[in-house]
């Protein structure tokens, strides 16, 4: 039969199907009694109609994908065919189950070679997503053990077929279809003496399955980042500064963003309310700046709530306890909540001229809006620190950055976007432009801020989703799907997450703790 004959049609099974039903299933399980008596097929199309599917080439049945809804807890744990079987061969189909359950995919023998069998497992799990179901539960015969049960054991037997050293017709192309072998069955279809009455637990996990819950509980899957590539100018007061960040505040929230978005040290400019002379104390100007922390993070606490947006506050210069300077980013969450990342990795020039000190805590921040990271600046280029909080299921990365020339910028971008794909996730990066000769320690910047998506089928052709004109004061906004990176994690085309070789290698934080005088041994 050629491709250019088949005219294939994809539907739901029907009542008057049963006669050509009965054919196919007494053909492909003449070795374990053959088809369903109609009765049972009625009442399975009658309770669950979606889940029963077939193909057809000119009205001739050529494929079928029988299933049932089952509860996960009870058949993702040992159990054998005939749970699934009431009085009078009546299927036990669970119209409150958490989970579907594959009881049956035949193809006619004529159609085998092309790939019908993957149409109807595809089916079926889109109809899996699409009834937010935990899982796709089977059982799998292991026709071809019979030829090797001298030899090896059931458990033998499945591993060589994982590897691809022995081909079974139904565990191999199970293992094609993304399930996963879960556990072996015994005695789950006694008469089987092919499979000498044995079969492996299948599962497939729908990775976008969302529990019950109430409507406020449920987070956003689609995010609206906004940024602002800030022009550094001269301010006569602080509250000049201040009534400038509202000012952008107020826009990306007219915008229904989720985030607003401000580089490092974005209110450096307030150097410049120091005479000339005092600014050429560059320890004395830093600290000045420092001065003005706290009345900024009020006020864009106040701001955040105002406007009802999240502001990931670039970053701020904040004296600690131990009156030591550390670059900080503040998170404004919109319920009032106030959350702090140091920078971690502080640059040269940073330490000999203003004696920065690096912090020593790294956390990914829990939010409306979904779980965000931020590393300041110089922390993006070093690949560690996002793989940790990767590990913590961070869905996006913010990188608030102050850059001088374009080389010091592609640092920082190529880290960007390197972070961005072998993590798996979104990261945003925000920087300032403008130059201001008048102010010491502020003369030039550079930045093009952009969003970095992971590199495959469902993001754009180069891993960019928006980016901004090079040296120029403005917002820019994306939109960003949370569902994709759950998707492209579990099912891309590389998985570099899943694929790591813990086996070889590992990475974890050091504990700090005895720094703030823990007793490491209690």
Not at 131 to 141: D, F, P, Q, S
Request: aromatic share 10%.
């Amino acid at each position: 039969m050629s491709l250019e004959e088949l005219h294939l049609n994809l539907r739901n099974l029907m009542s008057d199907d049963y006669d050509q039903l009965k054919a196919l299933m007494d053909a492909v399980y003449h070795d374990i009694g053959g088809s369903w008596p109609k009765h049972t097929i009625d009442k399975l199309i009658q309770e669950f109609p979606d889940g029963q599917i077939a193909i057809e080439d000119d009205g001739l049945l050529v494929g079928v994908a029988l299933t049932v809804q089952v509860d996960y807890d009870e058949f993702s744990n040992p159990h054998k065919y005939d749970d699934l079987i009431g009085h009078r061969e009546i299927i036990l189909n669970d119209e409150d189950g958490d989970a579907m359950y594959g009881l049956d995919v035949l193809i006619h023998p004529d159609y085998r070679g092309y790939r019908l069998g993957r149409r109807l497992y595809e089916a079926r799990k889109e109809l899996c997503r699409s009834m937010n179901l935990r899982a796709i539960l089977a059982g799998g015969r292991i026709p071809e053990y019979h030829q090797h049960a001298d030899e090896l054991t059931p458990a033998q037997y499945i591993d060589k077929v994982s590897r691809k050293e022995i081909y079974d017709p139904i565990l191999s192309f199970q293992q094609a279809n993304d399930f996963q072998v879960k556990r072996l069955l015994r005695k789950y279809l006694p008469e089987d003496e092919q499979s000498r009455g044995y079969a492996t637990l299948l599962e497939w996990n729908n990775i976008l399955f969302e529990p019950a819950a109430s409507v406020l509980d449920n987070k956003p899957t689609q995010v609206r980042v906004g940024a602002v590539q800030w022009q550094m100018r001269e301010f006569s007061s602080v509250e000049a500064a201040l009534q400038q960040i509202e000012y952008f505040v107020d826009a990306l929230s007219d915008y229904q963003s989720d985030f607003a978005f401000f580089p490092e040290l974005f209110n450096a400019p307030l150097m410049g309310l120091q005479n000339r002379a005092a600014q050429q104390d560059q320890m004395g100007a830093i600290r000045f700046l420092a001065g003005f922390t706290e009345r900024f993070k009020t006020e864009l606490s106040r701001m955040a709530v105002s406007y009802n947006i999240n502001i990931v506050g670039g970053s701020m210069i904040e004296v600690g306890d131990d009156d030591r300077l550390y670059n900080i980013a503040y998170l404004f969450h919109r319920d009032g909540t106030v959350e702090r990342q140091a920078k971690l990795h502080i640059t040269p020039q940073e330490r000999r001229d203003w004696v920065i000190e690096g912090g020593d805590e790294l956390q990914v921040f829990d939010t409306d809006a979904g779980r965000v990271g931020i590393l300041i600046c110089y922390d993006v280029e070093f690949p560690e620190l996002g793989r940790l909080l990767a590990d913590q299921d961070m869905d996006i990365l913010f990188v608030p950055f102050w850059t001088d020339t374009k080389n010091g910028y592609l640092r920082v971008r190529h880290c960007s976007q390197a972070r961005a794909i072998e993590n798996e996730c979104y990261v945003v990066l925000c920087g300032s432009v403008g130059n201001l000769p008048s102010i010491e320690n502020l003369d030039i910047q550079y930045a093009q801020s952009a969003v970095f998506s992971p590199s495959d089928f469902a993001f754009p052709h180069d891993a960019v989703l928006a980016e901004t004109t090079p040296n120029t004061e403005m917002i820019f906004f994306s939109d960003l799907d949370l569902t994709r990176l759950t998707v492209v994690r579990a099912e891309g085309s590389v998985t570099n997450l899943k694929d790591r070789r813990k086996d070889l290698f590992d990475l974890r934080w050091r504990d700090w703790s005895w720094k703030s005088g823990a007793n490491l041994e209690e």
